[in-house]
């Protein structure tokens, strides 16, 4: 049978869908629509990270730029500098721990093989460019500077015994590896990460950090 409706009651049937429609206004950054009292909660910054920027060095910078413009003349520079050497000596203390020793003390046993290689690797390469100045004093300031902001960075909180190894390991990461890469990037001495932590694992091994 046809039903035929007025124009009041067909005006009426739309006005009805039109507020049964969820909007994109009805949506509201606190409560989902459509559940009960036991909503969950949405907040619109908790995903949000913000980025890092990192102050650029420009000391090092300085040091990149002379090792590149050293390394274009190719001088035949043969001293080892008593600064950069100095971090290869062990400093004279009592009860001297090698580095898996101090790993281990500092319950990172799960670190010996990697932090041993990358010790190992940059010690290595710091004597192949040790024919560059630029390149000598590229590497002691890396070694200084990793050195004291280790020393007043983190290793306070390590012997604090208040931090989870996690959270220490997530500082080193995040107050000294990560700033110094985001400035040693582009050289023509490729330092990366791991190369870095190298570093901190010559300190390391030779007595000028702990990680206990």
Not at 98 to 112: S, Y
Request: aromatic share 10%; hydrophobic share 35%.
């Amino acid at each position: 049978m046809l039903v035929v409706m007025s124009l009041e009651e067909i005006k009426s049937d739309i006005f009805m869908i039109d507020n049964n429609k969820v909007t994109q206004s009805d949506v509201v950054a606190k409560k989902a629509i459509g559940r009960d009292d036991k909503s969950i909660n949405y907040n619109n910054n908790y995903f949000y990270k913000r980025p890092v920027q990192y102050r650029e060095d420009l000391v090092l910078k300085r040091l990149l730029e002379e090792h590149e413009n050293e390394k274009e003349k190719d001088p035949e520079y043969q001293k080892f500098s008593d600064e950069l050497n100095n971090f290869f000596k062990e400093k004279q203390k009592e009860n001297l721990r090698d580095l898996k020793e101090k790993l281990i003390d500092g319950k990172r046993e799960h670190m010996i093989d990697i932090a041993i290689d990358a010790k190992e690797r940059v010690t290595k390469k710091i004597h192949k460019f040790s024919l560059y100045k630029s390149a000598q004093d590229i590497y002691s300031y890396l070694l200084i500077n990793i050195r004291t902001s280790f020393k007043h960075t983190i290793e306070n909180r390590i012997k604090s015994g208040k931090f989870e190894i996690y959270e220490i390991d997530d500082l080193v990461k995040n107050e000294i590896i990560e700033p110094f890469f985001y400035n040693i990037q582009g050289s023509s001495l490729d330092i990366d990460m791991n190369e870095l932590y190298g570093l901190l694992y010559l300190l390391t091994g030779n007595c000028h950090v702990e990680w206990d």
